[in-house]
């Protein structure tokens, strides 16, 4: 079955073309991606600083189409090869749900084919079974994104539960606010990452909040307030060098990378201690971080169990997560949830509320 998918929910638009076949004959998911194309947003939303949503949905307009022309050339189909057709349902920005869902439904019922809205954090953690080492069921999935930050136990395709999540920002967020802080550029994440490995170790001691809470979940807004203490301080001094601004800058950054990274982790195998799973999954944005990839590496090496990581380009939005998370549900669903054509968009919506029954699940 060949599957298109179309992520539209905040600031990338992505189109991608998925053949279930090699997942079906048990080769690896990865060969079923045919073709894919992607558009950022991020230059457009830069000058404001954050995500404006009214252009996002009016860019993913411009975009969908020519996307979807250039994910079929690169596949080499054409829209009559296509069998169904999904797309990010939710969590998101209302108008941008709105784009992708109205495109997916038209081209559906313009076809004759089946549709299905996908939960676009099912999307980010299915993703690692497309990398190099695909987990094997159950894993516990570390959901790094720049509106979520989860720990799910994932029994099967399907059946999600929540261990722990964040209780205010994101790690995404908190690397973006953070980044800003520093004077980087929206979203800063990856040059937040970049700057700390030029930083020097043991300058700042900042909090490792919730570390030692006893249960699963996280707290980044009073590390992002200890960032913005020490960058007060330092203004405080007075105008300083331009080399030791920026060598302030790099340290600060390493030290909030370290505390970042050390709850991550510390959390992460207090998961697979308290579930007794020997597979940990990283999904979502900061999954692309080197830090927190190294960390985890050597936290799996030490407590015995195995890490898997998505391909990096990835791990931030993109259409094949929704192209693939669709393809399987359509599988095991045996079409059981494809969709009307009312507009149902979930702008909030629970993974866990979306499980399918044991019987419709895979694992
Ligand atoms: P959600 O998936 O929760 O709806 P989102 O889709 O906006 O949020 P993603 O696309 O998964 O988030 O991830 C974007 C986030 O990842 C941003 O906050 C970005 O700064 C962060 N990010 C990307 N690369 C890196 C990196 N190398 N290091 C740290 N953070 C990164
Ligand atoms: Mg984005
Ligand atoms: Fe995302």
Request: aromatic share 6%; with cysteine.
């Amino acid at each position: 079955m060949i599957v298109l998918g179309i992520e539209t929910s905040c600031d990338e638009t992505g189109v991608a073309l998925y053949d279930t076949s090699p997942w079906e004959n048990g080769r690896p998911a990865s060969a079923g991606v045919l073709g894919q194309a992607l558009h950022s947003q991020i230059a457009m939303h830069r000058d404001y600083g954050g995500v404006v949503p009214e252009l996002a949905s009016r860019d993913h307009i411009r975009r969908v189409l020519p996307l979807l022309d250039e994910a079929l050339h690169e596949a080499q189909l054409k829209l009559k090869d296509i069998q169904a057709i999904a797309f990010t349902q939710g969590p998101g920005l209302a108008g941008a749900l709105l784009v992708g869902s109205a495109f997916a439904k038209a081209l559906a019922q313009g076809l004759n084919l089946p549709s299905i809205g996908v939960h676009h954090l099912e999307g980010h953690l299915l993703s690692a079974l497309l990398g190099p080492s695909a987990p094997q069921f159950p894993f516990i999935a570390l959901l790094v994104s720049g509106g979520h930050t989860q720990l799910m136990l994932v029994s099967g395709i399907g059946q999600y539960q929540l261990l722990g999540e964040t209780l205010d920002d994101a790690a995404g967020e908190a690397f973006d606010k953070t980044a800003k802080l520093l004077g980087l550029d929206y979203p800063g994440g990856a040059a937040l990452s970049k700057l700390a490995e030029k930083g020097q170790a043991g300058r700042f001691e900042l909090p490792k909040p919730m570390m030692h809470s006893g249960d699963l979940d996280f707290s980044f807004s009073g590390l992002k307030t200890a960032v913005l203490n020490q960058v007060k301080k330092f203004e405080a001094l007075g105008t300083a060098e331009e080399n030791v601004t920026a060598q302030f800058h790099a340290d600060l950054a390493r030290a909030f990378v370290e505390a970042l990274v050390a709850v991550l982790v510390s959390k992460s195998q207090k998961a697979i201690k308290q579930t007794g799973c020997k597979h940990l999954v990283l999904a979502g944005g900061v999954g692309a971080n080197a830090q927190l990839r190294s960390a985890l590496t050597l936290s799996a090496q030490q407590n015995h169990f195995a890490v898997h990581y998505p391909p990096l380009e990835l791990c931030t939005d993109n259409g094949v997560m929704i192209a693939f998370a669709g393809a399987l549900r359509l599988l095991s669903a045996r079409n059981g949830s494809t969709h009307s054509g009312a507009f149902d968009i979930k702008p909030r919506w629970d993974l866990s509320s979306n499980n399918m029954t044991q019987e419709e699940s895979v694992g």
